[in-house]
């Protein structure tokens, strides 16, 4: 079980979503989970966390 969960709210975000999503999986932190939560982006933000 993790000690820390991240929950990214995500909608039309492509531009900045990479950016984000390397941040958190580059934290000293390693026992973390990470929930994307994509509210129908019209963009390519699901293809990203895909």
Same mark, same amino acid.
């Given at each position: 079980? @993790? =000690? %820390?969960? !991240?929950?990214? @709210? %995500?909608? #039309? %975000? $492509? =531009?900045?979503?990479? $950016?984000?999503?390397?941040? *958190? !999986? #580059? ?5 973390? $989970?990470?929930?994307? *939560?994509?509210?129908? /982006?019209?963009? /390519?933000?699901? $293809?990203?966390? =895909?």
């Amino acid at each position: 079980m @993790p =000690k %820390v969960s !991240v929950i990214i @709210p %995500v909608y #039309n %975000v $492509e =531009k900045y979503l990479r $950016e984000c999503l390397d941040s *958190v !999986v #580059n934290q000293t932190l390693k026992d973390i $989970e990470i929930i994307c *939560v994509d509210d129908g /982006s019209t963009d /390519s933000s699901l $293809e990203i966390l =895909k």
